[in-house]
């Protein structure tokens, strides 16, 4: 008997705990609930915004036009607020934002044998516009506040007939030098 109460006892806490946590609104989902499309912004009295971001399918081209279909099918946000010079003010220049996703892989590695040696590394495959991108750095710091960085990218045609048709590639080399007065 003993046994069976202490088992409805738990039981009774479980789903009470559970029922709470469906419940209680946390600081994760604070403000307002997301937009519904075509809508691609929602705010609420405090002038906080939840943005919704929308699927594109053809890979936009980073030209400074904006022409492509997904600016005008899309509803751009607008009503931005500036955070300096005056906190909260609204924009003095027109300002818009268009938060778009696309599936896109990648990996990122970055080792650091010293304080002073690092190497890192990013690859990214885009099935969308058929790319993949790759970049690998060297970071020396030869002296204190003194660096030489080497840069290698270069990005390939995953649709290409001679797979991976390479677009293009390069090799960057910086050295940094502090100097003191």
Not at 49 to 61: D, G, M, S
Not at 153 to 175: C, E, F, I
């Amino acid at each position: 008997m003993l046994r069976m109460s202490a088992c409805a006892v738990i039981l009774a806490i479980g789903l009470a705990s559970t029922a709470a946590a469906q419940t209680v609104r946390g600081p994760a989902d604070a403000g307002p609930p997301p937009p519904i499309a075509p809508a691609t912004v929602t705010r609420d009295e405090q002038g906080r915004a939840t943005i919704r971001a929308v699927r594109i399918t053809e890979p936009l081209r980073l030209d400074g036009r904006l022409d492509e279909e997904a600016y005008t099918a899309v509803r751009a946000i607008d009503g931005l607020v500036q955070q300096l010079p005056h906190e909260g003010v609204p924009a003095t220049e027109l300002t818009e934002l268009w938060v778009f996703t696309a599936r896109l892989v990648g990996l990122r590695l970055g080792v650091a044998p010293t304080a002073r040696l690092g190497f890192s590394a990013l690859t990214q495959f885009n099935p969308s516009s058929h790319s993949l991108t790759s970049s690998a750095r060297v970071r020396w710091e030869y002296t204190p506040g003194c660096e030489l960085f080497v840069v290698y990218s270069d990005g390939r045609d995953t649709a290409a007939r001679s797979y991976p048709g390479l677009q293009n590639r390069s090799v960057s080399v910086k050295a940094t030098r502090l100097l003191r007065f």
